[in-house]
């Protein structure tokens, strides 16, 4: 074992050195000659060839330390968007709008998990009386998508809270790409003013409302469609509803995420 170590360590010492040598600069004196170098690129390899579980075990931290400083970076995020998130007039609102957590859903009316994850944020408004449903139109599947979001939130100008969920709910269980035409099917059904939808879905409020949600993924660096924020924790996919119950008992808790 102790020349294991020895070696090990040895193995180390020349990793660091190399890593020196990578990265002085062009105008400074090189640290180590050519038969020095060599010798230090011969021991690294010999090392990692004998031990590959050392790179396995690199690819593991690094990956672990990236995804730590992400969610560092998100929570940062979060603090700072907290109100466009859950206070914007551009989002639909449903649930108790006067409630003590609020669970933000970012969604795409094509994204086959969102329409997964429908049924657990209708379970969720049903079982909890006091949860606030914040929903944001994040178009990132095509240009259908897009059409579909514009009408949707022309529909808000509308419908009353209550009634814009339902017209979410018909537009997001339709068969097949939802487009602006099926969305516009679906606010016949709900008896609107086309022609104004029209006018509103190409209109300032729609175009800042899009604009905000898509600032606001980026800014979260939200990878894709669901995604669920509920208090300091972002929730990506459609993870289920117990997760999701968990998550809003512990903001209730303890006003975090996670107690």
Sequence with gaps: MPLLRSVSALALAAALAFSAVSSVSAEDAPVFNDAQRKAIEAIVKDYLVKNPEVLQEAVAEGERRAQETQKLAQAAALKEASSALIDSPHSVVTGNLQGDVTLVEFFD??????????????????????????????????????????????????????????????????????????????????????????????????????????GLGDKLSLSGTPAFIIGDEILPGAVGVDPMKKTIADVRQCGHASC
């Excluded at 997001?172 to 003013?193: H, I, P």
């Design 109 to 214: 009316y094509n994204c086959g998990y969102c329409r997964k994850a429908l049924s657990d944020v209708q379970t969720l408004m049903k079982t909890d009386p006091k949860l606030k449903v914040v929903l944001k139109d994040f178009p990132v599947l095509g240009n259908e998508s897009v059409e579909a979001s514009k009408i949707a939130l022309a529909a808000k100008q509308q419908l009353k809270p209550e009634k814009m969920f339902d017209f979410h709910v018909k537009l997001l269980e339709s068969k097949g790409r939802v487009n602006g035409e099926r969305a516009l099917a679906v606010a016949k059904e709900f008896g609107l003013d086309i022609e104004r939808l029209k006018k509103d879905a190409a209109g300032p409020e729609v175009k800042a409302a899009l604009t905000e949600n898509m």
